[in-house]
């Protein structure tokens, strides 16, 4: 009886070894790379960025980003908050293999922002892409309801919907919907 016991102990922690790598990768999380694809209908830019490889942010990358969504009023880049980055990647993502993300709005200068918010109610004087939290986006073949009900899911920040406008706005501030 002791030697079968002892077997049985010896295989269950082979069975265990040779398991582990297994459970480990399936573990795993995300993918090993992020990459958007970005076209900015006011400049014409068109990028298709690697913006995340080996765990970290690739500054190179991020820098190119900046620019394609900066202000196109006055040519002002800002640095874009990465957590938008990543958000604007998984909302992509939820429509498969990597659909491009037509910008109307990436960062808004204060001096861009004053002229917007003068001439129209739904401009925040404070908006928050004058911190580079905030993206307005269309999708083009996608519907919008789609895209709006997409980015709601994430429960990442603020989502509103434009639908006389074609964009959803997407922020990384606190989760609310309109």
Do not use: C
Not at 10 to 30: R, T
């Amino acid at each position: 009886m002791n030697q079968r016991r002892s077997f049985l102990k010896s295989s269950v922690v082979l069975a265990s070894a040779i398991g582990m790598p297994v459970l480990a990768k399936a573990a795993q999380p995300a993918p090993a790379e992020r990459t958007l694809r970005l076209y900015n209908t006011h400049t014409g830019e068109s990028l298709r960025s690697v913006f995340w490889a080996e765990g970290q942010f690739i500054p190179d990358a991020l820098k190119d980003i900046n620019k394609l969504l900066r202000d196109h009023r006055n040519d002002k880049i800002a640095e874009m908050d990465p957590k938008l980055i990543v958000l604007l990647n998984e909302v992509s993502e939820k429509f498969g293999d990597n659909q491009v993300l037509h910008i109307i709005s990436g960062y808004r200068s204060p001096e861009s922002n004053a002229k917007l918010a003068a001439a129209s109610s739904g401009v925040a004087t404070h908006s928050m892409h004058m911190d580079g939290k905030a993206i307005d986006i269309r999708m083009p073949g996608k519907d919008l309801a789609q895209l709006h009900k997409a980015a709601m899911s994430m429960k990442a920040g603020g989502v509103g919907y434009y639908p006389d406008s074609q964009f959803v706005h997407m922020d990384t501030g606190r989760v609310r919907y309109w």
